[in-house]
């Protein structure tokens, strides 16, 4: 079975800051690994996504996440955040291959301040 | 491209009342949809699979007669929510899968949510 968890549930930062959002996931097959972002009262929007290749995955709005194998992890970044950026942030890995059903973590809330 | 809405955004209705969700892929052929449901400050929860033109795959603990889903074209499928009732208020979300090989193939587009309010 595979699994996500979201090691934060909370992230405060103020504006201009790095950060990391740490996602950790389990499974027994070959993986691929989601992020997406829900801002307030919104659906999901794909941020990122690894399937096969580099290692180091460019997305929108700046951010990046690298996927390393042996730790099962898939964090994310970004290296200066925007008010905007204040956000629910979902790591996500797929069921079985590339494009069937999610399973998602829990969420993380990343909280932008001035 | 690859946009999926749902209609309503929004709907209150009685206890005991049925509701339907529309999700639609809007530049796209959907193969395969899914609907999720996600609860205040919390993830989302796969409900169901739907492949067009065959029943719908129910996650455990999922009851099939009370959310019915309907994928009728590769455009379109919809979830009732039958004799709704306070503990089906939530915010029902679907996502579309594009046929295989196509651009985004790999990727799973969400709809923006509809979110319920069973009186």
């Known amino acids: 079975a595979q699994s996500v968890t979201q090691l934060d549930s909370q992230v405060p930062v103020f504006e201009e800051a790095p950060v990391e959002l740490r996602c950790n996931y389990s499974?027994?097959?070959?993986?691929?690994l989601f992020w997406y972002v829900q801002y307030p009262n919104q659906g999901l929007q794909l941020l990122l996504k690894?399937?096969?290749?580099?290692?180091l995955v460019k997305g929108i709005n700046g951010f990046e996440a690298e996927f390393n194998k042996s730790q099962t992890s898939f964090h994310l970044r970004k290296p200066s955040v925007h008010i905007s950026d204040t956000a629910e942030y979902f790591c996500?890995?797929?069921?079985?291959?590339?494009?069937?059903?999610?399973?998602f973590g829990k969420g993380t809330t990343l909280s932008v301040s001035s | 491209g690859a946009v999926v809405s749902q209609h309503p955004s929004r709907v209150i209705c009685k206890s005991g009342t049925s509701v339907k969700i529309e999700c639609r892929s809007l530049?796209?052929?959907?193969?395969?949809m899914f609907w999720y449901r996600q609860f205040p400050k919390q993830s989302l929860m796969l409900m169901a699979t739907?492949?067009?033109?065959?029943?719908?795959?129910?996650e455990q603990g999922v009851e099939k007669d009370k959310f019915l889903i309907n994928h009728a074209s590769l455009t379109l499928s919809t979830l009732t929510v039958t004799s709704a009732h306070p503990e089906d208020s939530s915010f029902y979300i679907c996502?579309?899968?594009?046929?295989?090989?196509?651009?985004?193939?790999?990727?799973?587009?969400f709809g923006p949510g509809t979110r319920l309010t069973v009186l």
């Open positions: 996502s579309a899968k594009s046929a295989s090989g196509g651009p985004g193939a790999d990727t799973q587009y």
């Open positions: 499974s027994s097959v070959s993986v691929y």
């Open positions: 690894y399937l096969s290749g580099s290692t």
């Open positions: 996500a890995v797929s069921k079985n291959q590339a494009g069937t059903a999610l399973i």
């Open positions: 530049d796209f052929q959907a193969t395969t």
């Open positions: 739907s492949n067009e033109g065959s029943k719908a795959t129910y």
